[in-house]
């Protein structure tokens, strides 16, 4: 994963450095609390993500068995060496994060466990510059992929000496990744990613979790592919939004929260973000969006009423096909 230059500057100096009861009469470190802020927002993503791309994983039309384990790599950051030392490492790799309720939940990893190998290949002989490299990172991700897709499940060698191995469970392919010090929340048709500032990670979690389905959304549904054929025109990308804004409430029924935390969200994201007269005609304004949003919700509770599950790939229709030309 590659971290932007926003966060790549945070995490000069931040690392695995919890703040204990114990130490409460001690004046508070800001970095370890500026620290524990970055650990809470990127664990909320990693477990809204997880709901989501599990929960609709039987309606994706690409899937990939997935872990739910987020890696790290200290030669990603600025300085590498004081990161080794706060996570209490002697090598560069360790957990990051781990999603609730996925496969590497149900095993004894934990944040800041530090690793050697991924199904056997060691890693510290992997080429890589001295600090600010994000390549291995995204290699580590590549090769947990990889293991899975070739035997559905992937080992982890501790630094003990000890091995973790991980089944995988289906999940629609995206990845989650709390990247930057922007207020954006972004999908680039493999990731989403979410900056420190977005004011959706102080949201409730079910509002939080529209925000991240609208994104996935734009993953799930191959926008940006889309635009890549078809030319990224105001009149396109407001296409591809008012398509992701109507897939997002039935992604978050599937992954356990209401669909109406979908407009809820707008209610409360649209007013303060929508430009008024001066707003972007690359997205609808937020009123509009919340018409388009509150449609599928009736849509959803229909189905639902009768029986159903709110399997999108039947009951949803489609704006845009890959094949459509502008």
Known sequence: MRY?????????????????????????????????????????????????????????????LAAGLQLQDMRSYGAPEQ????????????????????????TQLVPGTEIRTIDGDKLSVWPAEARLDWRRDKRLHDAIDSAMAREGSVAIGLANGGEIAISGREACTSRFELAGGGARAVADGERVQIGTKFVGLAYPE???????????????LGHRQWLDANGRKQHNVRRTEREADRLMPWLLANAGYEPAAAARFMERWGPANDGGIFRRRSHDGWDERLQVIRAEIDSISAVQGTGGVADWSTHFSRDILPEAAN
Not at 25 to 33: F, I, Q
Not at 38 to 56: I, P, R, S
Not at 87 to 105: C, K, N, Q, R, T
């Open 4 to 64: 932007p230059a926003g966060l790549a500057a945070l995490l000069l100096l931040v690392g695995w450095w919890p703040i204990h009861a114990a130490e409460a009469h001690e004046p508070l470190d800001p970095v370890a609390v500026e620290h524990e802020l970055y650990l809470t927002q990127n664990q909320l993503l990693q477990d809204v993500g997880w709901k989501l791309v599990a929960g609709n994983a039987p309606f994706c039309a690409d899937t990939r």
């Open 206 to 220: 079910e509002e939080f979790a529209a925000a991240i389905a609208h994104e996935l959304a734009h993953n799930i």
């Open 83 to 106: 990161m080794r030392s706060l996570l209490g490492l002697d090598g560069d790799f360790a957990v990051l994060a781990i999603a609730a309720d996925s496969p590497a939940a149900d």
